[in-house]
Every structure is written in C-alpha cells, then in structure tokens.
C-alpha cells in the first residue's frame, strides 16, 4: 500500500516561505506517476497547486505559479513544495497525493499537515 | 469561486439513492474525465470514483458515476450512516492547464 507522509513547519511568518516535504513508502517515485500538492483553508474547499514528475517536469495551478516551486529528490523518495510570500490566504491543510498521469486523478493521499500563517 | 459547480448540500434517508451533480464546461468535464472524492470529517479526501465511472478496489457498487456533456453525477443507492461526508468532483481543464475541483457537496444522511 503505498503511503504519503507530509512534514514541516506547522506556522510560517507572513510574507516569508512555506516549505513542506512529503516522503513517499512503499513505492518508488522513480517508477513513475506525477505526484502533487493540493490544499484546503479551514471549513472550504480543495485546491490543486500543482504536480511533479519523477523526472522532475512540473505542472502548476496558474493562480499560485508565481510563488510556487515542486521538486523531487528521487534518492530519498520525497517531493517537495516551496510557496514564497505567503499571507494569511494561504493558512490551509496541505496534503500531498500520487497523481495518474493523463488521467490526472489522485488515488493515494498523505494524511495532510495544517500550516497557519502568522502576522 | 469554483470553476466545478456542486450543491453545497444534499441529503436522504438510510436506504435511499441520492445524486450529486457536478457542472463544468468544454474545457473540463466536456473534454476529460471526472473524479469523485469523499471526505470524512477531519480527514484527507479519499479517491471515490474516477474516470466518470471506474471504482477503485474497495469501494461498494453502491456509489456510480456518469458523465453526459459538460455534466457529471454521483449517485449513492442504500445511502448508509457511514456515507455522511463531503464529496468534490475534479477534471482537468485544459484553458487552465490545472486540476479544477468543484466547491464540494455536504451529504446528510437523515
């Protein structure tokens, strides 16, 4: 069964970096799949912000790509996100999630991390 | 504002079917497939339906999707207690180059 796990800083400044890792178990990046980021402020919806390849080529949510980069680190089977200047809009759940390409849905899902923006 | 447009709630009693519908345009649902997801309180959405009408292992057939035009639905038939949840469609849009999910449906079960 595969597993996603998110980590990081539950509060971030504002205007400063949100940076969150998400590691991948039981499964290799390195096989394939995209693997994304979504994100749900508290009591709304979901939010795609965007997807990686294994091979490191990115898909972005045209409203977030000014501030946001995806990365991946195949060797430690974990992708990363980065969004810079962060107010207090961006205070959500962030879950990261295996994505099928093409078909595009996400059929395994971490157990999401809440990041509270401060001022 | 959500580029899918759901009901924000929906209900039914235990044993009933209820649909949830899930509007988009040519360049989301009219022209890719729609994936449901259901959400239990305080927990990560989990991938319901996808491919307008595939179910992953695991998942009853008492949940069904379809898709016609620029429309999609989710039906639950022998609604159980267990089905109170929040559900979202998601396709991807082909003018945003983006995932698009809709607002999300509030499903009581009376």
């Known amino acids: 069964q595969v597993q996603l796990q998110e980590s990081g800083p539950g509060l971030v400044k504002s205007l400063e970096t949100l940076s969150l890792t998400c590691t991948v178990s039981a499964y290799s990046i390195s096989n394939g799949f995209y693997w994304g980021w979504i994100r749900q402020p508290p009591g709304k919806g979901l939010e795609w912000i965007g997807s990686i390849s294994h091979s490191g080529s990115t898909l972005y949510n045209p409203t977030l790509k000014s501030r946001v980069t995806i990365s991946v680190d195949t060797s430690k089977n974990q992708f990363s996100l980065k969004l810079g200047s962060v107010t207090a809009a961006d205070t959500a759940v962030y879950y990261c999630?295996?994505?099928?390409?093409?078909?595009?849905?996400?059929?395994?899902w971490g157990q999401g991390t809440l990041v509270t923006v401060s001022s | 504002q959500s580029v899918l447009t759901q009901p924000p709630s929906a209900s039914g009693t235990p044993g009933q079917r209820v649909t949830i519908s899930c509007s988009g345009s040519?360049?989301?649902?009219?022209?890719?497939?729609v994936d449901w997801y259901h959400q239990l309180p305080g927990t990560a959405p989990k991938l319901l339906i996808y491919s307008n009408h595939q179910r992953p292992s695991g998942v009853p057939d008492r949940f069904s999707g379809s898709k016609s035009g620029t429309s999609a639905s989710l039906a639950i038939s022998g609604l159980q207690s267990e089905d109170e949840a929040d559900y979202y469609c998601?396709?991807?849009?082909?003018?945003?180059?983006?995932?698009?999910f809709g607002g999300g449906t509030k499903l009581t079960v009376l």
């Open positions: 040519s360049s989301n649902i009219g022209s890719n497939p």
């Open positions: 999630a295996r994505m099928t390409p093409y078909s595009n849905y996400l059929d395994y």
């Open positions: 998601a396709a991807w849009d082909d003018s945003l180059n983006a995932v698009v």
